[in-house]
């Protein structure tokens, strides 16, 4: 199992990354596909049409998301936490922590967060 950590700046504010990544209308426009998102702790979500599955442990608005993440096979929980820090110039630095993410998985999982997840959320809102 391995551990995965790193900074992303997006230009958008906390406020605006926090409703992308926690309303399923919102992942859906940055994403493309149909997801299942609820800000209630211990509710299941699902992103990518099934590739991305787990459930919603933690919340601060504007804040923190922690999620633990489900990995076929694997047991250890792979939890995933995700910080909004505004920045002097109205960006955001989003730190992120996923841990224990199968070995098997690691590099697929590490390119899904820069290019899929934080890329994806860096492209929309430099389009926006």
Known sequence: ??????????????EEI??????????????GEVAEMS???GS???MWDGSIVGKNIEFEPNKKVVQQWYFEGASDNSVV?????????GSTSAELRHTNIPDSDYDDIVAGW???????????????
């Open 114 to 128: 820069n290019d899929s997840y934080f890329g994806g959320l860096i492209d929309f809102f430099e389009g926006y």
């Open 81 to 89: 936490t995700i910080k909004l820090h505004p920045d002097k110039n």
């Open 18 to 31: 926090y409703m992308a990544i926690t309303n399923p209308v919102t992942i859906e426009l940055w994403t």
């Open 44 to 46: 299941e979500f699902s």
């Open 1 to 14: 199992m391995k551990d995965y950590k790193k900074y992303y700046s997006i230009p958008a504010t906390p």
């Open 39 to 41: 800000t209630e702790p």
